[in-house]
Structure formats: structure tokens, C-alpha cells
């Protein structure tokens, strides 16, 4: 053995079998922390407003949230999951049913910037009582641990007088994800959109169901409907009527955080790609191999005349 490695010559034959190695070697399962997700995107029309930005440039609060979700993406382990839901009315309809991110991370992508408000079938919503729900009853349907993320700025119309979720047949103790709650503090218009997601100017007064005076708490501002802000503290309450957590969407750390959080992951194995270890290990051989010898030819730097 001292000397197979006294003579120079080895390194390159030991080199060739690790590249031989590298070309070779399957997939082996490593035990990964990785977790799966229904990410659902609220796509009534008060999501397309624009009251949010990135670098200072203005865009709708859907936008925003696909934008967040890309970035998190490519953060989240190899193992881990990630399907597509869309809510408007009073349902969360299942676009893709998770798939895992690394082998699939194109087509997650390309199908991420394809939701938008062209997939509404309402312009009504009832989030609570009906988008949280469906949400949370399809991913356990999908099992395996999945979790939800439901985006939305918690815009209800027309608007909800008692707001209480209606939990059903859901066990809070079972439900695992995220609320994530979009937008500005202050109430601006919401534009309005055809079935094309062509723009027709801004939801006027006259145009939808105001809450009446005799429906209004005492000493209440009159209703504005045609306006809408985050609605955080209902947001927070109906997640934590259902179970799950609430945390407001400023950027993709607080969506890339929440899809990591420790607490909703579990260990499992995943096929994993070590074809790099052998080749990085040719290369170093490699280099020990021909380094000194190169080094050596390049003789001593020249002595500046004077």
C-alpha cells in the first residue's frame, strides 16, 4: 500500500474510477426534515390591487404573493413538496396536488405564474366559511403530512356581519399550516376586472353590498366596501378559530420561513444525488497530479534589470 501511494502515477488511475463513480452512482436515500404544502392563492378581485410593492415598484397583492412564493421556492429542501389551490366564492379548487420541488421545479414554476384572476368562477368570497375550509379538507385529503399556506387580504363580499369560522368536521388539533394575510393598512379602491383580467376602472359604492347603518356597531364610519386594506385582526382570528397560525406577507423571508418551520416538517428518506462527492474528489486528485509539476516549469520570476 505505501508503495501504490509513493508512486506518482497512481493518482490519475484513482482519478478515472471516481469519475467512473460519479457517472454511475444511483440516487441514495438520506434521511431529510422536508414538508409538504397546499399553497392557495386567494384570486378574487381585491387581490389585484395595488397597494404593495418590491423595490419600490407597485404591484397587485396576487403578484406579490407569487413573486414571495418563487423566491421561497427554491429554498426549500429537495424532498419537500409543493402543490397549487386557487379560492374565489366559496371554495378552494385543487390545481396540483403537491409534487416534489428539485425534479419538479420548472413546471412549479411555470404553473405558478399561470394563477391569476382569469381562473375566478365568482366574484363573491367567503373565506372563513368556505376558502379556509375547503383548503384545509383538501390537503388532508392529500395526507402525507400535507400542510396550507392560504394567501388572501381577507376581503370578504358580499360582507360578513358575524364572522365565524364554521370548523365543521375539522379537528383544530389535526389542522397544520399558515394563514398568510396580503396588504396595505389603508383602504384603497379595488379595481375591477372582466373574465378577460382586462381593467374597467374601480369598484364604485353604488356597485356593491355596503354593511347597513342598522347592521353597523355604534358610532361605526359608514360602510366602504368598494375599498379594501389587510384585514388582519379577522384574519387572525379565523386561523386561530381553525388551527393554523397567522403571519403577515412582507417579502419572501416571511413566506420562505413559514414553508421551513421546523415544527411542520418530518424526517424521511429522499433519493439523493452524492454524484458530486467522487467527482469533486477526481478533481482534487487532479489537481495534486499535474499542480507541482506545472508549478515547477514556470521556473523562478525574472530578476527586474536596473
Known amino acids: 500500500m505505501g508503495a501504490f501511494i509513493a508512486n506518482p502515477h497512481w493518482k490519475i488511475p ?21 414538508s409538504s404544502w ?35 421556492l427554491w429554498q426549500l429542501p429537495c424532498g419537500s413538496k409543493v402543490g397549487w389551490g386557487a379560492f374565489t366564492g366559496q371554495r378552494t379548487m385543487l390545481l396540483l396536488p403537491p409534487v416534489e420541488v428539485c425534479a419538479n421545479y420548472d413546471a412549479l414554476l411555470a404553473s405558478l405564474e399561470r394563477i391569476d384572476g382569469r381562473m375566478r368562477w365568482a366574484n363573491w368570497s367567503r373565506i372563513a366559511e368556505g376558502g379556509v375550509y375547503s383548503a384545509v379538507r383538501a390537503a388532508q385529503d392529500l395526507g402525507h403530512g400535507t400542510a396550507v ?87 387572525d382570528s379565523v386561523a386561530g378559530q381553525i388551527g393554523l397560525r397567522y403571519r403577515r406577507l412582507t417579502g419572501a423571508g416571511s413566506l420562505r420561513d413559514a414553508m421551513l418551520d421546523a415544527r411542520l416538517a418530518h424526517r424521511e428518506p429522499v433519493p439523493t444525488d452524492l454524484r458530486g ?6 478533481l482534487l486528485l487532479l489537481v495534486w497530479r499535474f499542480l507541482p509539476a506545472w508549478w515547477s516549469r514556470r521556473g523562478p520570476p525574472p530578476v527586474p534589470r536596473k
Open 14 to 34: 484513482a482519478a478515472c474510477v471516481l469519475l467512473v463513480a460519479a457517472v454511475s452512482l444511483p440516487r441514495v436515500a438520506v434521511p431529510r426534515h422536508t
Open 277 to 282: 462527492f467522487p467527482a469533486l474528489l477526481a
Open 149 to 235: 399556506i392560504f394567501v388572501t387580504d381577507g376581503q370578504e363580499a358580499p360582507p360578513v356581519l358575524r364572522a365565524d369560522a364554521l370548523t365543521r368536521d375539522i379537528n383544530p388539533g389535526r389542522v397544520q399550516g399558515w394563514l398568510i394575510g396580503i396588504g396595505g393598512d389603508q383602504a384603497v379602491p379595488i379595481p375591477r376586472t372582466d373574465e378577460a383580467g382586462h381593467r374597467m376602472g374601480y369598484w364604485r359604492a353604488e356597485d356593491v353590498i355596503q354593511i347597513p347603518e342598522q347592521d353597523r356597531a355604534a358610532n361605526a364610519a359608514p360602510s366602504h366596501e368598494e375599498l379594501s386594506a389587510l384585514q388582519a385582526h379577522y384574519l
Open 38 to 72: 397546499l399553497v392557495t392563492f386567494d384570486i378574487t378581485q381585491s387581490m389585484d390591487t395595488e397597494d404593495v410593492s418590491l423595490d419600490g415598484v407597485p404591484m397587485s397583492r396576487l403578484a406579490f404573493a407569487r413573486g414571495a412564493t418563487r423566491d421561497a
